[in-house]
């Protein structure tokens, strides 16, 4: 009796995990990041190398989620002089900040999505781990998850602060000495995605 009802329990479980519905990243997400400084600030994308959502079986409740953005496709929008444009991004993908040659992937790891009511942006709050350069943090963000008629949408506003993951380059928090010469810690990435099956 008792191996039989183990039995069940096991077929429960690999009927349930088998009858999630899966959504992939589709064409036109994209990343968009933002970093301030105290004399301006700069912005631009990045790309998702892979990504996907999981749904229950009815394909209507989140369920979990992984995405992985593609760190070395870091690029800048607001510089146009081509040498000044070079020369950030060689700085952003550096050493100082994100290393792209040592950790070429940035890694969000999606564990839960709580209901969120009275919030007309956002109908969940996710909570996720982020790994960058090879550290990981746990972080929560509101979330918007919309269907369409075959595809889903979902968009978010990551805020972080970049110190918890070792990027302290300007960091005034870190180096209280700087005056007003520092990079502000928080680092936004807006985030617009499409799924589909």
């Not at 979330?143 to 110190?163: H, P, Q, S, W, Y």
């Amino acid at each position: 009796m008792k191996k039989m009802i183990a039995s069940l329990l096991l077929l429960t479980f690999v009927f349930a995990a088998n009858s999630q519905t899966t959504y992939t990243v589709a064409k036109g997400s994209t990343i968009h990041w933002l970093g301030k400084k105290t004399t301006g600030q700069h912005e631009g994308d990045v790309t998702l190398k892979s990504g996907s959502l999981q749904f229950d079986a009815a394909g209507t409740t989140p369920l979990k989620g992984e995405f992985v953005l593609d760190m070395p496709s870091m690029t800048s929008t607001d510089i146009k002089d081509a040498d000044d444009n070079k020369k950030l991004m060689e700085h952003l993908k550096g050493e100082e900040f994100f290393d792209v040659k040592g950790f070429p992937t940035a890694v969000l790891t999606v564990k839960k999505f709580a209901p969120l009511t009275g919030n007309k942006d956002a109908n969940y709050t996710v909570t996720a781990d982020l790994t960058i350069k090879g550290v990981k943090n746990e972080i929560t963000f509101p979330a918007k998850i919309e269907f369409l008629k075959t595809d889903i949408k979902a968009k978010a506003t990551i805020v972080i602060d970049r110190t918890k993951w070792k990027i302290v380059y300007k960091s005034k928090s870190i180096f209280p000495t700087l005056g007003d010469k520092f990079i502000y810690d928080d680092m936004t990435f807006t985030v617009d995605l499409f799924l589909n099956k």
